[in-house]
């Protein structure tokens, strides 16, 4: 008889705390964060840590990572709305916020922060965020892009930092040697991408302003116009054929790509590239030895320019867990530190500066860049705009134009195909 | 017999084949009339459905740059199925010798195939990079070449790089459908044709080619298909450049989906492309079939 009490008091133990883990289950809520975080290294580990903590801090929700590789957000996003099966958060800089909301995947979410929190951005970052006043998601960072130049090679060579076109080239040419004496340059003095995709296109744009020319602006009369084509905008053309021509960025310039140029910085095989401090992150992880070689400074042409390319999260509109990701949003834009030190990021709160700035000494280079930010236009059409430039400096750099003016009107008539397009 | 008896005594054959049926409705039927449908609109698949009617394939005639994809497409899709039926064929003529070590020469010769795209396109970019590139490494030290090529980048060379690439990845398929073509075909008909005197080029263009011409039609036809719709690679490789020389209609198709949003004046593309794999299909049966 014992035996059989002792038995059902076992089982009444175990149903008792079977229900009590169940019913914490059902209390918990999943938040759902896609993007390229997830899968790309050493991003991967800082968004899991902060993950681990908004846990901590708010037992009531669980967050659910999905994967997807920078280059298919896009199309991935595409796809689910399609489906209407849109995750609650998706990791993105804010260039797609004009075409979301067109598609009406995206909501105002401004009235979900107090004032004060939302002042507590850098503008800069903020407004990335924002179209038509309205605020689809928060910065938790930037990855900006300036000039990123190789230091201890400067020095060596008695070079003071570019604050030209020509001063670039100029410098190019004197860091552009042969290292092992066998009669072969084997590092040249800058790394110019011109690889078909939008992040050869946001480079080239970032020299078209520093040339004064935007790729887009509004006109007095309300309308969009590009600059493409006007005289200033010859200087960031011969910048790219005259490096080319001078032989001072290696050969096929065509294939470079984001992670090529990389390698090629890692490697020691360029000295100077139009990047940022996330890229001197994922040199120095690829080799150690460049620590602390680097320095970004702003691009200086005509103009002295930087884009910010502030990253973040942009909230879905009827995301499943929307409590959870306002939650998330807030949490991750105070608790992102980790991934200044790891990848040199500048945070996108003021209040974090100074603690970013001792966690990584780059930064504050990057953050004084602020103040030269372009002004990027968020254009439901920036895609189309992107291919045009991209298609243009590809182009440029096959060798397609014999000067940099018809290098230049072939651009132009491209993008403004585009803007005719969607006028 | 019960009605469902002789029911599945009428249909046996329907009744069997019915889940695959279902299956390929499903995942073949379904999406290429859902394709098909989206080409008669402008639309970004969520809010944006403004019927065009035949718009698309109007417009698509005036796209230069699906124009110009067309007809990289042709030049790669002759030269990638040209090289896969040569190597194909020749490889697979002597894997069917008595040859020492064949099951080996037959893993090895396969490995091409069974590595992943993507994979196989990152090691030709690295192999054939100008500046780390073992390729150009190893011209310029036999003294073929004075500087490195841009072998991706050059719009001389691009499109050949990319058609040799191809060539080199998808020969297996080939080559394994030719080999078991081969072994079908009778050693009677050799030994005879030997005591008749034919000479080996007669053997070979008397009784292997005939023998085989029904598994080279269909081999013709899927690695046809197949690299007609290319994308990986190639995206991988050159993303369609330098200067659009590489831009295959997949490549064309991609960007003007997934980066412009346009899926109606994609999917009239799609549409078009289907209808020409669709032509290559009939052509190269009609022409066996004649022969």
Known sequence: ?423 | MSKIGKFLDRRFTLVLMLPALCIAAVLILYPMCYGFYISLFDTNLVNKWEFKGVGNYLALLNNAAFRNSLWVNIQFIVLVVLGHMVIGTVLALQLNKAIKARAFWRCLLMLPWLIPEVVYALLAKWVLNPQYGVFNYTLMSLGIIDAPVAWLGEIATALSSVIVVSILKGYPFTMIMVLSGLQTVSGDLYEAAEMDGCTPWQTFWRITVPSILPVVAVTLILDTVTWFKHYTMVAIMTGGGPAKTTSLVSVTIYKTAFESFKFGQAGAMAVIVFVICYLFGVFYRRLTHES
């Open chain 1, 1 to 423: 008889m014992k035996k059989i009490i002792g038995c059902i008091a076992v089982l009444l133990v175990l149903c008792m705390a079977t229900s009590s883990v169940a019913f914490a289950g059902e209390a918990q809520t999943t938040v759902q964060i896609m993007g390229p975080w997830v899968v790309e290294s050493p991003e991967d580990s800082v968004l899991k840590s902060v993950v681990e903590g908004f846990e901590a801090a708010y037992p009531q929700y669980k967050v659910e990572l999905i994967g997807v590789p920078s280059a298919d957000v896009n199309k991935q996003v595409q796809a689910m709305a399609a489906s209407q099966t849109l995750p609650d958060l998706v990791i993105n800089n804010g260039a797609n916020n004009a075409a979301w909301k067109e598609m009406g995947i995206v909501e105002n979410i401004e009235s979900k922060f107090s004032k004060e929190f939302l002042d507590g951005f850098y503008p800069e970052m903020l407004k990335a965020f924002y179209y038509e006043d309205e605020l689809f998601g928060l910065p938790t960072c930037a990855a900006p892009f300036v000039l990123l130049l190789r230091n201890d090679l400067l020095t060596e060579a008695g070079i003071e930092v570019p604050k030209s076109y020509d001063e670039i080239l100029a410098a190019a040419k004197k860091l552009t040697v042969d290292t092992n004496g066998d009669g072969k340059i084997d590092r040249y003095g800058l790394g110019l991408m011109g690889f078909p995709d939008a992040n050869t296109a946001l480079r080239f744009i970032l020299a078209l302003f520093g040339s004064d020319a935007p790729d887009v602006y509004k006109d007095e009369a309300g309308n969009f116009a590009t600059k493409i084509g006007s005289p200033e905008s010859m200087d960031a053309f011969k910048l790219y054929m005259d490096a080319q021509a001078q032989g001072v960025i290696p050969p096929g310039a065509t294939e470079v790509d984001y992670k090529t140029m990389v390698s090629l910085l890692s490697t020691d095989q360029i000295a100077m590239a139009i990047s940022g401090p996330h890229t001197i992150g994922n040199i120095c992880v690829q080799n150690p030895d460049m620590v602390g070689k680097f320095i970004a400074v702003p691009l200086t042409g005509r103009k002295t320019v930087a884009y910010l390319n502030p990253y973040g999260f942009v909230k879905f509109a009827n995301s499943p867990n929307e409590a959870g990701a306002i939650a998330f949003l807030e949490y991750a834009a105070q608790n992102f530190v980790e991934m200044t030190r790891v990848t040199k990021r500048p945070p996108s709160r003021v209040e974090l500066a100074e603690v970013a700035k001792e966690a990584a000494p780059e930064v504050a280079a990057i953050l004084d860049c602020a103040q030269y930010s372009i002004d990027l236009l968020n254009l439901p059409f920036r895609a189309d705009i992107y291919a045009a430039v991209y298609e243009g400096v590809n182009s440029m750099m096959a060798g397609m134009y014999a000067t940099p003016e018809d290098a230049a009107e072939a651009m132009r008539a491209a993008v403004q195909a585009v803007l005719d397009e969607h006028k």
